[in-house]
């Protein structure tokens, strides 16, 4: 019988090797792992580089990585976010490396990898800062830049229910980056609010299906998780 | 005189046609789902996946999925729908939001627009903004006429590192509504007590006058003291 269920949040992350790249995913609060990433935090691989929109808030989760000195890069759209402090000092210092990506080039480059192509040629940032050093082309008078996938070692997200074949189903504003996410790394692993037996996931509400999710943990959401996050756009 | 924050942000809602997509920014763009007038739909979308977006949700019916692109909590209307961030940035990037309303911090006379870096900022980020600029149908620019120092924010050249070229269509300020055209900059509305004269003396570029040209018809509750030095 497949069963892609583990018991804790530890043994998702406990491949994680240093220099590995994760994508890691939610959008402010709403789909983000935040117990693997303390489980991360404690499982001690350095030289990460995180693929995330923001630079996380405060000391814990991405956060609390950045704190502990644990990531050597970090590619974002808006690591400025208010409460992202771990990584604003440590970047004014010098001391962490930053790929800045438009959100929707961000977002499209994680879609590309997990897709199977090899990049993509997008508006967005043509003529701009951003595009410099890029190979651009023009297509039917409009100039585009080219963007390459950007894939993972890894994957972590949340999703609110899943089942031991790694279906997972979102609520709400969840799905953001995991949908994408979840095609583009070698081994992804979802935390959930709740695991239900296989078959009670009605197929029309699957939103990830189980052939992109390697493992699944039931995580009780703690408290801390559902204050108000203080992570800009 | 000139306007209130609120004031530009109720000059742009009613220029929302029913039945229009719109995105909006962070500051006084927020400000413009309050007042679009009731019995007109229009769509408000979130970069992080909602269409259909209501008001911000009340202290304690707050529900921890569902923010805003600003990280705010907020609720959705009847008809709403969620989605992923590529479908998300599909709607923008492939023109099919019809508007995106957003702050800037300078606008040239031929519609380029910077709004992604401040002077002095040291921490770079970009979010949405290039996407939306590049890619909505409209980019409605909403700011205020002058910087605290009094010095124009419309300019002949943008000196701030650009969200995107030729860009911009209409600019709100709290001095006067101002579209940008291939024959540059035209003048559509000025604040109460203002006349074009004074809105050329703030603006660098020059200003053509609209034939029908006109003092803004607004509440006297949207009205301000100059802030203009």
Wanted: hydrophobic content about 40%; proline content about 7%; charged content about 20%.
């Amino acid at each position: 019988m497949v069963n892609k269920t583990l018991a804790t949040c530890r043994e998702a992350v406990a491949n994680v090797f240093d220099g590995a790249t994760i994508l890691l995913g939610g959008f402010g609060d709403p789909g983000l792992p935040g117990q693997m990433l303390e489980a991360l935090r404690e499982q001690g691989a350095k030289d990460l580089t995180m693929v995330h929109n923001g630079s996380g808030g405060g000391t814990h989760a991405l956060g609390g990585l950045i704190h502990d000195g644990r990531v050597r890069k970090l590619i974002a759209s808006f690591p400025n976010n208010p409460g992202g402090t771990s990584f604003q000092e440590l970047y004014l210092k010098g001391q962490i490396e930053l790929e800045l990506v438009p959100q929707g080039t961000l977002a499209e480059r994680i879609r590309a990898a997990g897709a199977g192509l090899g990049g993509f040629f997008t508006p967005t940032a043509a003529g701009t800062e951003l595009a410099k050093g890029k190979e651009t082309r023009v297509i039917d008078g409009r100039e585009y830049v080219f963007e390459k996938p950007l894939h993972g070692d890894f994957a972590f997200v949340r999703a609110y229910r899943g089942d031991r074949l790694g279906n997972l189903s979102y609520r709400m504003a969840m799905r953001n980056f995991n949908v994408p996410m979840v095609t583009a790394a070698k081994f992804v692993a979802a935390e959930v609010d709740e695991l239900v037996p296989v078959g009670d996931l009605d197929p029309e509400d699957v939103h990830t299906p189980g052939i992109f999710v390697d493992r699944v943990v039931e995580v009780v959401r703690h408290p801390k998780y559902l204050e108000i996050t203080t992570e800009g756009r | 005189m000139s306007l209130t924050r609120e004031g530009i942000a109720y000059l742009v809602a009613c220029d929302l046609p029913e039945g229009s997509y719109v995105n909006l920014g962070i500051g006084i763009p927020t400000l413009v789902s309050g007042f679009v007038p009731r019995d007109r739909e229009v769509f408000f979308h979130s970069e992080n996946g909602i269409l259909g977006m209501g008001p911000l949700a009340e202290p304690g019916h707050e529900d921890p999925d569902l923010i805003n692109a600003g990280k705010q909590y907020v609720t959705l209307l009847p008809g709403a729908s969620v989605f992923d961030h590529p479908t998300s940035f599909s709607m923008i990037r492939g023109g099919h939001i019809n508007y995106a309303v957003l702050g800037a911090l300078e606008v040239a006379a031929n519609g380029d627009m910077a709004n992604w870096r401040t002077p002095g900022e040291k921490v770079p980020g970009v979010g949405g903004a290039m996407d939306l600029a590049f890619g909505v149908q409209s980019v409605l620019v909403t700011m205020t006429h002058v910087t605290n120092k009094g010095k124009p924010k419309i300019l002949n050249k943008c000196s701030l590192p650009l969200t995107a070229p030729r860009c911009v269509k209409r600019i709100y300020t709290d001095m006067a509504v101002v579209d940008v055209t291939l024959e540059g900059l035209i003048l559509r509305e000025f604040a109460p007590g203002l006349d074009p004269a004074a809105v050329q003396k703030h603006t660098e570029p020059p200003l053509r006058i609209a034939p029908d040209c006109r003092e803004m018809d607004i509440p006297a509750r949207f009205h301000a003291a100059q802030l203009t030095p």
